[in-house]
């Protein structure tokens, strides 16, 4: 007995010694800011926001054509506001509405760099514009605010990229590397005949860039429970996405005499198996390189947690939703109360952690409801995107920029749940990120695609200012 307690207790003290050396071992690492010459900012840019944010460039579906008046309205507005940068770059249409500008640069023997944005904004539900505080299209001024559709997603980016490039222009600043702005016109549908098109055009003109980066990154404030300091998240890669469709057929019949497996409750229960049966939480890249960054910067117990993924990577990629998830979205069946429905059918939503597939999380719904029940594929779907690396010059220059101009955050590499144009731009890239930085808390979080969408002029500011310092820094 003396000898097993003697054992038990050498394992416990081996496993708090792994446990203490792991942690003391995960370092920081973030990079030293660097001095930055500041920008000659004008505070007109949030008047030119404000008319941006006026032209109602709404993706509504996939049947619906663009809006050409709104559109080409908001092509003639870029064009009258910013004369050097149309004086200067040539631009090309896309499909009729996304727009790709080439700066070019002094040396052609460098890759060039793709920084993207969409001019597209999501629908504003009617009922509820009571509850904003300005009119969604009126482009409002407060004290602090921009107030409208788009202010965050995603022509507030789109603005930053020309504000700072018309004030390169003006300080006569000629890039070495050819510099590429990307605006496509359906993200909000997928982008399948904007950004798809522009990154098909470019690989056909042979270009292959060392950077793409678009938005699905941000500073995130107070985002992270028991972590005070801002986290700016550049995603290396994102989740990938698909719907399908619960499908249950059977013949009906009068509710006074249900059948013993009822075609609402066939569905219910499928519906519910799929939520009981998830797949699993795990740890793949680009979130091992979260625990290693974000960690790094904690307190030495939580610090532990993270140093020691073998451990406690439960609790913590439960935390960073780093698994496939599933969402009941739709429902649909029956026409009468007293009638049971021949038919019923839910679309269930997925996204796609990297090393699954459409077709693996097919073959789990399908297994999961079994065979009684149709398992059919609805609308868009794509696969996780590749993960981008971070030993790169690109990330690098990034992360520099980022700790430059906001040396109180915390850089960390992740993974986004949501889709972006980035997708589309793997074959004409070495690197693709996700980041602007776009101030994001619990409280805002919501007005994505949400209620009373607006940003502070401070951070609008500050994405002016980031855009500029990055486009120099890519070509010291």
Do not use: C
Request: charge should be negative; proline fraction near 5%; avoid cysteine.
């Amino acid at each position: 007995m003396k000898k097993l307690l003697l054992a038990l207790l050498a394992i416990v003290l081996v496993i708090v010694a792994v446990l203490i050396t792991n942690t003391l071992s995960l370092t920081s690492k973030q990079v030293n800011p660097e001095t930055l010459v500041s920008m000659d900012f004008s505070e007109n840019a949030y008047n030119r926001l404000s008319k941006a944010v006026q032209f109602k460039t709404i993706s509504y579906n996939e049947e619906t054509l663009p809006d050409s008046t709104a559109f080409n309205g908001f092509h003639d507005f870029l064009r009258e506001t910013f004369p050097l940068l149309h004086q200067n770059l040539t631009l090309e249409k896309i499909n009729d509405y996304s727009l790709l500008y080439k700066w070019t640069g002094s040396d052609p023997d460098q890759q060039p760099i793709i920084l993207l944005s969409h001019q597209d904004v999501v629908p504003v539900d009617q009922p509820t514009l009571a509850d904003w505080e300005a009119g969604p299209f009126d482009g409002t001024i407060t004290d602090t605010h921009i107030i409208g559709r788009g202010t965050m997603d995603d022509k507030s980016s789109l603005m930053a990229l020309m504000e700072s490039v018309e004030q390169l222009l003006k300080e006569s600043f000629v890039p070495t590397q050819t510099i590429y702005l990307a605006f496509g016109h359906d993200e909000e549908l997928g982008g399948e005949n904007g950004a798809k098109n522009i990154a098909s055009y470019l690989k056909e003109k042979g270009v292959h860039a060392a950077m793409t980066l678009d938005e699905g990154g941000f500073l995130a404030e107070n985002m992270v429970p028991g972590f005070d300091k801002t986290v700016a998240m550049i995603n290396l890669a994102e989740k990938g996405y698909a719907s399908f469709d619960l499908i249950v057929e059977t013949k009906g019949g009068h509710s006074s005499a249900p059948p013993e497996h009822n075609t609402i409750g066939m569905l219910a229960q499928a519906i519910v198996d799929l939520e009981n049966n998830q797949l699993p939480y795990e740890l793949v890249k680009p979130l091992d390189y979260q625990f290693e960054y974000m960690g790094a910067e904690m307190s030495f117990f939580k610090k532990m947690a993270f140093a020691n993924p073998w451990l406690f990577k439960g609790s913590v990629l439960k935390a960073l939703n780093a698994h496939t998830t599933t969402a009941p979205t739709i429902i649909e069946g029956g026409v009468k109360d007293n009638v049971i429905p021949t038919v019923a059918k839910a679309t269930i939503n997925f996204r796609i952690l990297p090393g699954e597939t459409v077709e693996s999380v097919k073959a789990h719904v399908q297994e999961t409801v079994g065979d009684k029940i149709k398992v059919e594929l609805a609308g868009f779907a794509t696969n996780p995107s590749p993960v981008s690396g971070i030993d790169s010059d690109a990330f690098k220059n990034l992360e520099t920029t980022i700790r430059s101009v906001f040396p109180e955050v915390v850089v960390v590499p992740g993974l986004i749940g949501g889709g972006t144009d980035a997708r589309y731009y793997y074959d004409v890239s070495d690197e693709v990120y996700r980041f602007y930085p776009i101030r994001i808390a619990p409280e805002s979080y919501t007005r994505f695609h949400g209620i009373d969408e607006k940003i502070s002029k401070e951070n609008y500011k500050e994405m002016v200012q980031f855009s500029y310092h990055l486009i120099q820094r890519f070509n010291k």
